[in-house]
């Protein structure tokens, strides 16, 4: 399968770009080869990587606008755990699909997930299109299934029968949620099975005291101690440590996700940036569940993410919008080891494109700033991933269909 | 002229709504009414106010993009002025249609505007249809004609030819930049005329510092000392307020502008809900003009005003969805004294209807919720201003002409 996108915007100038299978094979000026689809980008298009989302819980759309401007504690106990403990893997599945729509719609094509019933996830992101790295969660309460023997049957069953978009990883919950043998468990078998391992690390203060009392140390140090960090380690909000923690972190070469929106909303605390820009750290970016943002426009948690660490350090200069950019595109491909984020021949045809004519791109001055800061999102037409079409001129296939079963299924609050 | 808006969803219920000239006329169900224009709701679509951006300098959208993630400073004096130096009023007239695009895509019926050439900015509004309060500017460097003489010429040639929907006030630009003299001048010239004065407070530590230096003591103080302060006095941005400087606002019945992401951008600082909240203070919101924001989407800025406070304070309970939709709607209207912020028998029509079918809006349990941080503005889909249709499933009549001439005339950036 080819598509041939012709005179599209890519840094600033117009080139033509080829779509062989699911790679980047040819950019430059009129090529004029045959493809079995061809996008006109009439100079009126720009060109972007799709972008690639970090650290979501994608079926909590299910969960969205019950119970906002409570405090965490409350939030959890009172609306979110409940209605967890019923949620059925077709919930999931419908879930997943309305939470993939929003990502489509707004110009993501990877993204790394963390929920119950990962399978059922699974069988939504293949029908979707998207990239994702899902996690097999695991918890000690063996809640929904989140046992470690549960995440390792589902590896084996799984591990040959995916397609090349979709890759597992382990994702012990935390350290708070997670025994310290299981904690070693999964990184024995994520070393084994070279997997990643993703897991939500120092989020809150109460967090951090947790470990202080049960571990006698903070929570990287205790990480460190049983030999858990490396490479493959994506660890979510990271907001509380300390020089020495961020010291660690580098050494082992971890990537970190940013969740502003998550962060500020439940009034965790601000990402490091500050104390965390210029060193080997990969950062990265993520909208957290949309029950806690409440949205998965990676666009607009670009725009709250540069905000927050400009007022946090009453520094305007302290972070750019192609920084947050970067997190949002090749920093988080690095994280999730694709080969993604960049517009360049051999890599992968994950691909976003972008209107000019929408009033958000009005001056065409600076493409990056007015994607950051202006509302790039609305103006995010066509997506393509893996070499595929999934959205053509705001058009994704399928999704009355998504919605009307959605409804019905989930007996949403329509009159 | 009559239009009938049939079985819409108001406060979760299905109901209808006929508009007589620029009045909300009747809201019941089953109203089968004569009407020019018919509006089906179909159960899919839910009315809100239409929003009110009570500070921004509209025309800057022509400098949108140019000179981000700098000091104010810099921004100001290497980008900004040297461009605002050389507008002339038909760029601002173009400006100001392409800014108000923007506005009608997002949901915003009203705008208390304060820029330079005031007439053509006047053009450019009453030939889109929003309703606005435009701020006649007075600086002391007589900056393209702001001076107290020609706002008082331009106030006297208009004053009588102006529509319903646009009011004239008067802009004493900061005190850092109006004399003693000419601020008193414009506060008994307002009182004269019955005029809201809008001004920039306190936005930066700076502007204290000159104010302390210059009359020896604080702004609001000195404001106060001179008997400037009264209901119609409307204060951008507001931030470095003691908590005396906070009893005298409440004393005097003033209304507050508070803006977010522009805030957060220039780091200028963080306004003081905390310290505010449960006052007589009227709280408005605003985005700034679109080059510190750079958005004028004030769905997004709701978004952004509630994630600010919650985080600042360290206490998601601090501000609600609701705290923030109040703003942008009723607290709006009240500072601007205008019949709207409402949707009531009598009100008058400046409504926006929400696609409830957008992604965005799934599931529908918690609208507010749902508009303040999902992404409000991605649903609209129509907007009505005094009783005449601005947008009409998303369409807008005269845009491509506006872009087509927008874009020659400012020589925009594409290839």
């Excluded at 972008?51 to 969205?64: D, F, K, Q």
Aim: hydrophobic residues 40%; glycine residues 6%; proline residues 3%.
């Amino acid at each position: 399968m080819r598509i041939l996108i012709k005179e599209i915007i890519l840094n600033g100038k117009k080139s033509d770009l080829l779509i062989e299978d699911n790679l980047i094979s040819k950019i430059g000026k009129n090529l004029n080869l045959k493809a079995e689809e061809k996008i006109e980008g009439k100079g009126k298009k720009a060109v972007i990587p799709g972008l690639i989302n970090c650290h979501t819980h994608s079926p909590m759309i299910l969960l969205r606008g019950i119970g906002d401007d409570l405090s965490l504690k409350d939030w959890l106990e009172k609306v979110i755990w409940p209605r967890e403990e019923k949620l059925t893997p077709d919930e999931i599945y419908w879930g997943t699909k309305l939470a993939l729509l929003e990502m489509i719609k707004n110009g993501t094509t990877t993204f790394c997930e963390m929920y119950f019933y990962p399978e059922a996830e699974i069988e939504a992101i293949k029908e979707m299109g998207l990239r994702a790295v899902v996690g097999l969660v695991i918890v000690d309460l063996s809640l929904l299934g989140c046992t470690k023997e549960n995440a390792q049957k589902i590896y084996q069953k799984l591990k040959n029968k995916l397609p090349p978009t979709i890759k597992l990883s382990l994702a012990p919950h935390a350290i708070y949620t997670v025994s310290k043998e299981n904690l070693i468990w999964a990184k024995n078998f994520a070393k084994k099975e070279k997997l990643i391992l993703q897991m939500h690390l120092s989020e809150t203060k109460e967090e951090v005291k947790y470990c202080l009392k049960k571990y006698k140390t903070r929570p990287v140090e205790f990480l460190e101690k049983i030999g858990f960090l490396g490479k493959n380690c994506l660890f979510d909000h990271s907001i509380w440590l300390t020089e020495k923690e961020i010291k660690i972190l580098e050494k082992n070469r971890c990537s970190l996700v940013y969740n502003p929106s998550s962060n500020m909303k439940l009034a965790s605390g601000v990402f490091p940036w500050e104390k965390i820009k210029g060193r080997k750290i990969n950062v990265c970016l993520g909208t957290d569940g949309p029950a806690s943002n409440n949205s998965l426009d990676l666009f607009s948690e670009m725009k709250i993410a540069a905000l927050l660490q400009k007022i946090n350090s009453m520094n305007p200069k302290v972070i750019s919008a192609k920084d947050v950019f970067s997190m949002a595109t090749r920093n988080g491909a690095k994280a999730l080891k694709i080969e993604a984020g960049e517009i360049k021949v051999g890599k992968l045809a994950d691909l976003v494109l972008v209107d000019l004519e929408k009033i958000e791109m009005f001056p065409n001055e600076n493409l990056i700033s007015n994607l950051v800061y202006a509302g790039g999102s609305k103006a995010v037409s066509d997506v393509i991933c893996n070499g595929k079409i999934l959205m053509r001129e705001g058009k994704i296939e399928g999704e009355e269909k998504i919605k009307t079963k959605a409804k019905r299924f989930l007996n949403y609050g329509f009159n």
